[in-house]
């Protein structure tokens, strides 16, 4: 299976700072199957970004996602309050679809 | 709007079953694959199973194969999770996810709010 690993497991920023989120596959993603997902504390998962760069409906354009094949990256561009939160990757290109163990994006 | 409505968790001991159950609404129910999800408390996500739009085809995590059986019923927009044998590392909140494709080869569009099982002595 496909191990995704994030980094870092902590990232601590500052409302209006740049956050950028790695997300890295153990082998290559095929066609770019890489989604993003964001969890607030007692919420379910809600998608951000699927086919690695494409914005899901009524996420704000400050969220972008780029990379393909092993190496991928989620950019906030300018952190609102509400952005801070749990985000995770997930590959859906190889079976069994897997999640990255979390990136933690905490307020400083 | 899309809404899953999970329900059926709760305290159950080890060994014994339990049956979760996700009530779809707002969408064509039988065009679209669903998975189940879990997370253990402070945990990551977990990817349990899923089934096919027409429930022809299932396919399980090897931690719940032979224990876990997914089905849908599409004349009731129902999902379920039949869990026998359950452990204790079994504990986790349970979420349906809808796929966006109908052979769950695409990315999760749709998640219930879960539902939370314990399995403890």
Redesign the interface.
């Known amino acids: 299976e496909i191990v995704l690993t994030q980094s870092p497991g902590t990232l601590s920023l500052s409302p209006g700072e740049r956050a950028t989120l790695s997300c890295r596959a153990s082998q290559s993603v095929g066609s770019s199957?890489l989604?993003w997902?964001q969890q607030k504390p007692g919420?379910?998962?809600?998608?951000l970004m699927?086919?690695a760069s494409n914005r899901?409906t009524g996420i704000p354009d400050r969220f972008s996602g780029s990379g393909s094949g092993t190496d991928f990256t989620l950019t906030i561009s300018r952190l609102e309050p509400e952005d801070f939160a749990v985000y995770?990757c997930?590959q859906?290109g190889g079976?069994?679809?897997?999640?990255?163990?979390?990136t933690k994006l905490e307020i400083k | 709007q899309v809404q899953l409505v999970e329900s059926g968790g709760g305290v159950v001991q080890p060994g014994k079953s339990l049956r979760l159950s996700c009530a779809a609404s707002g969408f064509s129910f039988s065009t679209y694959a669903i998975?189940w999800v879990r997370q253990a408390p402070g945990k990551?996500?977990?990817?349990v199973a899923v089934v096919w739009h027409d429930g022809s085809n299932r396919?399980y995590?090897d931690s719940v194969k032979g224990r876990f059986t997914i089905s849908r019923d599409n004349s009731k927009n129902t999902l379920y999770l039949q869990m026998n044998s359950l452990r204790v590392e079994d504990t986790a909140v349970y979420?349906c996810a809808r796929d966006?494709f109908w052979n769950g080869?695409?990315?999760?569009?749709?998640?219930?709010?879960?539902t939370l099982v314990t399995v403890s002595s």
């Open positions: 199957y989604a997902f919420q379910a998962p809600r998608l699927y086919g899901a995770y997930q859906y079976s069994p679809q897997t999640f990255g163990q979390g | 998975h990551g996500l977990e990817w396919y995590a979420y966006n080869y695409g990315y999760f569009d749709y998640w219930g709010q879960g």
